[in-house]
């Protein structure tokens, strides 16, 4: 059996299918654009921060949502795309425009260079060895001081400076190009979801043995997933770098894996919106209720075992398993 060519498994959907997805973009990005006129520059800060981990859940829906995969490593790929751009921009500020598609491209190749030969020690390893890499990241940073700024972090004096564009300032021009990527990777998902490659992808999650007796290879296309997913991660990573002015480890370590986990856990894999929407309003709501304190971790696990309970089956293949059946027949 040939195995699926990978040349036309890049071929764009059906317009109509495109067309039908236009009325829910409108219906999400449209009030998000409104609120960004209105919200007042400084409150701004906060939300910049949410659509940062929005765009973490995407990345992620790309890999568990599509391929079934489970990964722990969203925040070392974001970190490495805003560890690298502060060190090489900052060496070269006239450079942007050239090094960023470089640094999206090196964090493209090694999530796809970590997945590939995953695959062929079976299910479970991938999610063991992201989790590995999300703590080989921070310890790298850590043990670098010299370079990295270590534990202490790095201050960053360079915006991000484009051709005919200038210098990328502002909390309300970082809230819009948050935005936009945030567009472009639900137009990217779009796209591979209704494509051969998302296709191949979504058997492999639903049957990988059937998968790979149609020809379809199962650590290439899973590779080409996550590799996407992980540069997703590092062009948000890079953009927030510039635009907080201040990088440390601790806000690229295995709690922003776990946080968007936790989101795409709830909304659901493999749906296009409501983990987007989880995040923005769940984010929102908890970073409101300051009277929580440390408390608002509790709210994420009581949010994330809510989830399990009402809906096992569809949130997470294999999860159904922790929820007592007795449990299960009570909520049905």
């Given amino acids: 059996m040939p195995e699926l060519d990978m040349t036309q498994t890049a071929r764009l959907p059906n317009p109509d299918a495109l067309s039908r997805e236009a009325a829910p973009a409108a219906a999400f990005f449209v009030p998000l654009a409104v609120l960004g006129l209105l919200l007042p520059s400084y409150s701004l800060l906060a939300v910049n921060q949410h659509l940062l981990l929005a765009v973490n859940v995407l990345a992620l829906n790309f890999c568990l949502g599509l391929g079934g995969q489970a990964s722990l490593a969203q925040g070392a790929f974001c970190g490495m795309g805003a560890y690298l751009s502060t060190l090489t921009v900052s060496a070269w500020p006239e450079g942007a425009a050239i090094l960023l598609p470089i640094i999206v491209a ?32 921070t310890n790298v940073v850590h043990s670098l001081p010299e370079l990295t700024g270590g534990g202490e972090g790095m201050v960053l004096h360079e915006p991000i400076a484009l051709p005919i ?10 809230y819009f190009l948050l935005l936009a990527l ?38 290439r296309v899973r590779a080409m997933a996550f590799g996407l997913g992980a540069a997703l991660s590092a062009v948000a990573g890079a953009l927030y770098a510039h635009y907080a002015g201040f990088i440390s480890p601790n806000q690229f370590d295995l709690h922003l894996s776990l ?33 929580l304190g440390e408390a608002r971790t509790l709210a994420h696990g009581l949010l994330l075992a809510a989830a399990l309970l009402f809906d096992p089956e569809r949130r997470l293949p294999g999860l159904e398993s922790l929820v007592p059946r007795t449990l299960r027949r009570r909520i049905s």
Avoid: N, W
């Fill in 106 to 137: 090196v964090v493209f190749v090694t999530g796809a260079l970590i997945s590939y030969p995953m695959e062929a020690l079976g299910e479970g390893f991938l999610a063991m060895a992201t989790l590995g890499i999300s703590l080989i990241f």
């Fill in 165 to 174: 564009i200038g210098a990328l300032q502002g909390d309300r021009l970082h």
């Fill in 182 to 219: 945030l567009a472009v990777g639900v137009y990217l998902y779009v796209c591979m979801r209704g494509s051969r490659l998302g296709r191949a992808l979504m058997a492999c999650r639903e049957d990988s043995l059937a998968a790979a007796a149609c020809g379809v290879s199962r650590p």
């Fill in 259 to 291: 946080k968007a986990l936790l989101f795409l856990v709830i909304g659901g894999p493999g749906r296009l919106y409501p983990p987007l929407l989880a995040v923005l309003l769940l984010e929102t709501a908890l970073s409101e209720a300051q009277i």
